[in-house]
T-cell receptor, first 114, second 115 residues
Framework: GDSVTQMEGPVTLSEEAFLTINCTYTATGYPSLFWYVQYPGEGLQLLLKATKADDKGSNKGFEATYRKETTSFHLEKGSVQVSDSAVYFCALRNTMDSNYQLIWGAGTKLIIKP | DTAVSQTPKYLVTQMGNDKSIKCEQNLGHDTMYWYKQDSKKFLKIMFSYNNKELIINETVPNRFSPKSPDKAHLNLHINSLELGDSAVYFC??????????????FGPGTRLTVL
């Protein structure tokens, strides 16, 4: 079945460091890909998404490119801030799934130190 | 103003009790979901309703029973609570099933602790 694999956390970085959180997927067909973020004590929010190969999603300085050849959707940010500390979830939705269910990665906790 | 709201935010109860968590969305969405997030932050879908009809029912003990009185509400009733039910439960909604790019909007979560 479809699945999403994220790098294990926590990932600890200093402020202004470059961030990469890896995400790879397994799916039939052409899924849409998402990154959600969960700030401490809150629900998940959509951060960015991409719906087809080579699309780049971007928001709040974060970017991720849908790479079909490597089945990846890695999240990047050039200069992180303390306020980026959160748990990040990679997810996919497969158009071949009649329920359009989101398949979630396990989440990666990001800790940014001042 | 809140798009997806859940009550209560915290719930502490004894094993064996029955409890309910309520969810409401004011976005006009057709589809609502319940997720369970365990202590390791792993997110697992439990149920999904579209226009008050159950469409996803993952392997969840039948002690858990969702109820959707209308498409803006999806409540979760849990019977005979067990220690392993302790988790954060998130409600979410999305416009519908028609689009694969549909964004899900999440509530703030209900932290359930079973003693």
């Amino acid at each position: 079945g479809d699945s999403v694999t994220q790098m294990e956390g926590p990932v600890t970085l200093s402020e202004e460091a470059f961030l990469t959180i890896n995400c790879t997927y397994t799916a039939t067909g052409y899924p849409s890909l998402f990154w959600y973020v969960q700030y401490p004590g809150e629900g998940l929010q959509l951060l960015l998404k991409a719906t087809k190969a080579d699309d780049k999603g971007s928001n709040k300085g974060f970017e991720a490119t849908y790479r079909k050849e490597t089945t990846s959707f890695h999240l990047e940010k050039g200069s992180v801030q303390v306020s980026d500390s959160a748990v990040y979830f990679c997810a996919l939705r497969n158009t071949m799934d009649s329920n359009y269910q989101l398949i979630w990665g396990a989440g990666t906790k990001l800790i940014i130190k001042p | 103003d809140t798009a997806v709201s859940q009550t209560p935010k915290y719930l502490v109860t004894q094993m064996g009790n029955d409890k309910s968590i309520k969810c409401e969305q004011n976005l006009g969405h057709d589809t609502m979901y319940w997720y369970k997030q365990d202590s390791k932050k792993f997110l697992k879908i439990m149920f999904s309703y579209n226009n008050k009809e159950l469409i996803i029912n993952e392997t969840v003990p039948n002690r858990f029973s969702p109820k959707s009185p209308d498409k803006a509400h999806l409540n979760l009733h849990i019977n005979s609570l067990e220690l392993g039910d302790s988790a954060v439960y998130f409600c979410a909604s999305s416009q519908g099933l028609a689009g694969s790019t549909d964004t899900q909007y999440f509530g703030p979560g209900t932290r359930l602790t079973v003693l």
